[in-house]
């Protein structure tokens, strides 16, 4: 077999199925969109304000739309808008599902888009039980499965991408399968790290477990790097650039989070609550914290997508009877 040959076999191993331009925009745009009620929901945490309304749907007795949100302020105004932010996200999970249905050939690609907006749905009943119930643990809970539902939208994105089925396999033959239990640990433990963010924020506990899992978190993500950029595989390296580069902001934010929580003794600073600086810091760490998780998951998205493609590879040239010097990535390892 001639090295044109062996392109097209791994193109096409590569391509399953198909790259459908707007499904992925619309997947981009699904994942984008839905930081809004995720940055306005944690400005309603920072602000304590997810009792601004006592009932759900209504909003002191008036419809969704139906409120005069624009002649509010403060409170009200962050928590109503929080609530049409989440009908906002919600019409384009539909979107999402409707469009993928009509496009996508792979069933488990519609049926994660369709998962998207289950989740989506889930995610809204979860606030209005919050809401209804006045408790705090559900708020939490309620935080929590946000940053599973973002990841799972970024997801779909990362499947429908150019990138997915071209991200330059044919060039490479590298085994990556040493880096799975990595790849796999790290957004896991970065998932753990964001409950007890939950716990801190919403129930006010576990603050110094927070800290110490975040300092285990910090060396996976810089092992997780380490490993996965030693591959030299552009692809890869991408995603392990960008979660170091999150992960490093989410730290310097978790420190700001901290002096504007607790104040500075060495320098005079003293917290103040609710303050302009502690809500904003507040805010972006709890935002950032969502970015870093969905990011880890995207980096053993694309490994695990690597290795398969690598696999299917081997099988195809072993039944031309041809096989390809592979080189492992143990040695990244070490």
Request: one cysteine or more; a positive charge.
């Amino acid at each position: 077999m001639n090295h044109t040959d062996s392109e097209k076999l791994s193109t096409s191993s590569a391509t399953t199925g198909e790259h459908h331009p707007v499904l992925y925009r619309c997947a981009l745009a699904t994942a984008v969109v839905a930081l809004l009620p995720i940055v306005v929901g944690a400005l309603v945490t920072a602000r304590d304000a997810g009792m601004a309304f006592p009932d759900w749907p209504t909003s002191d007795g008036h419809g969704m739309f139906a409120y005069p949100w624009l002649q509010s302020a403060g409170n009200k105004f962050l928590e109503h808008g929080h609530r049409l932010a989440g009908i906002l996200i919600g019409v384009c999970s539909i979107g999402l599902m409707t469009l993928a249905l009509l496009k996508e050939r792979r069933a488990w690609v519609c049926a994660a888009a369709a998962l998207v907006l289950a989740a989506v749905i889930a995610q809204g009943l979860l606030g209005a039980q919050r809401v209804r119930l006045d408790e705090r643990t559900l708020a939490m809970v309620h935080g929590s499965f946000a940053a599973l539902v973002f990841a799972l939208m970024v997801s779909v994105a990362s499947f429908t991408s150019r990138a997915w089925f071209s991200g330059g396999f044919e060039r490479s033959n590298i085994d990556v399968r040493s880096l799975k239990p990595l790849v796999l640990a790290t957004p896991l433990l970065v998932f753990a790290q964001y409950v007890l963010g939950g716990f801190v924020r919403h129930l006010g506990t576990a603050l110094y477990e927070h800290i110490a899992l975040a300092v285990l978190v910090l060396l996976f993500v810089i092992a997780t790097f380490i490993v996965v950029y030693r591959t030299g595989i552009s692809w890869l390296r991408k995603s392990a650039v960008m979660l170091l580069s999150v992960v490093i902001v989410q730290v310097l934010l978790g420190v700001g989070t901290w002096i504007t929580r607790f104040g500075l003794a060495s320098t005079g600073y003293v917290a103040v609550q609710y303050s302009s600086e502690q809500i904003v810091l507040r805010t972006a760490h709890t935002v950032v914290g969502l970015l870093l998780f969905a990011t880890s998951v995207v980096v053993a998205l694309r490994v695990f997508r690597y290795e398969s493609v690598r696999k299917d590879r081997l099988g195809s040239f072993k039944g031309s009877q041809h096989v390809p010097h592979v080189v492992s990535a143990e040695g990244c390892l070490r």
